[in-house]
């Protein structure tokens, strides 16, 4: 189970630290690739891969490099995503899933999700 928190209303230039804690792994979360997705509120647009990290990697959208940054800590069952630098098209909902496999940004590669917290950037 993947349980997002730290969503809120920001203003652009500002900054949120989303988490995410992971239950109920079999092994330990340095066996699992864990993405941030975000959907964002424009019909027919697909959910976006925004940052990814597993043991020894880190993957990051071209979008976010430079001010979002992604760790974990794996004795909590922990993964946080740092977002500096909030712009309006950074709104959404961000969501974490989890993947028994190395880090990817492709949302069609991860098995379980979290149901997603919600982050607006407006003045």
């Known amino acids: 189970q993947l349980v997002e928190s730290g969503g809120e209303l920001v203003q652009p230039g500002g900054s949120l630290t989303l988490s995410c804690v992971i239950s109920?792994?079999?092994?330990?979360?340095?066996?699992?690739?864990i993405g941030w997705f975000r959907q964002a509120p424009v019909f027919g647009k697909e959910r976006e891969g925004v940052a990814s990290i597993s043991n020894g990697e880190i993957l990051y959208a071209d979008s976010v490099k430079g001010r979002f940054s992604i760790s974990k800590d794996n004795a909590k069952n922990l993964v946080f995503l740092q977002m500096n630098n909030l712009r309006p098209e950074d709104t959404g909902i961000y969501s974490c899933?989890?993947?028994?496999?190395?880090?990817?940004?492709?949302?069609?590669?991860?098995?379980?999700w979290g149901q997603g917290t919600q982050v607006t950037v407006s003045s």
């Open positions: 109920g792994l079999p092994v330990s979360l340095d066996y699992y690739g």
């Open positions: 899933a989890s993947r028994l496999r190395e880090a990817s940004l492709n949302h069609y590669d991860f098995d379980d």
